[in-house]
T-cell receptor, first 114, second 112 residues
């Protein structure tokens, strides 16, 4: 099955800095790569996703890049703010195959200091 | 109007008891899931249902039995609860298998 590795496990930055979280996946059949943000005591919420036919996607201060050959994808947050502090999860799945579920990385706790 | 709702939000129970968690979605999605989030925040798939049919059961002890009475509901029954079952259990739904998940608010289960 799919295996998703995520680094770093914790990331501390100053407000205004950029933050980068990296993930690798093992199953070449995976073609959908979402990122979720989970604030303390809340549910994971989708913040951005990318499909394997696209190399990069941007939404305001967040962007995701995908390298299919190397099987890795990254989340970039620019101009970080204290409200960006949360646990971020990457995930991968082969959408619409018979065994499609999201496999999650172990999460990155991002702390943004004012 | 909550899209994916779970009840109860908190559940404290003794070892050996049997308990159920309920999940309902009003998004019209065909697929529903149960995930377990342990104390280290790791989200692990337990079950996946598509149109009321079980399609994935990820090496979960058979003390855990999911039931989907219709497309909008997926319940989780747990027999003979153990200390290691303590976790947050998230229900989720999606329009396509493995895509576009919406999570419920979670059920924090504590076994004492």
């Amino acid at each position: 099955g799919e295996n998703v590795e995520q680094h770093p496990s914790t990331l501390s930055v100053q407000e205004g800095d950029s933050a980068v979280i990296k993930c690798t996946y093992s199953d070449s059949a995976s073609n959908y790569f979402p990122w979720y943000k989970q604030e303390l005591g809340k549910r994971p919420q989708l913040i951005i996703d990318i499909r394997s036919n696209v190399g990069e996607k941007k939404d305001q201060r967040i962007a995701v890049t995908l390298n299919k050959t190397a099987k890795h994808f990254s989340l970039h947050i620019t101009e970080t703010q204290p409200e960006d502090s949360a646990v971020y999860f990457c995930a991968a799945s082969p959408v619409n195959s018979g065994y499609s579920t999201l496999t999650f990385g172990k999460g990155t706790m991002l702390l943004v200091s004012p | 109007d909550t899209a994916v709702s779970q009840t109860p939000k908190y559940l404290v129970t003794q070892m050996g008891n049997d308990k159920s968690i309920k999940c309902e979605q009003n998004l019209g999605h065909d697929t529903m899931y149960w995930y377990k989030q342990d104390s280290k925040k790791f989200l692990k798939i337990m079950f996946s249902y598509n149109n009321k049919e079980l399609i994935i059961n990820e090496t979960v002890p058979n003390r855990f039995s999911p039931k989907s009475p219709d497309k909008a509901h997926l319940n989780l029954h747990i027999n003979s609860l153990e200390l290691g079952d303590s976790a947050v259990y998230f229900c989720a739904s999606s329009p396509l298998l493995g895509h576009g998940y919406t999570f419920g608010s979670g059920t924090r289960l504590t076994v004492v």
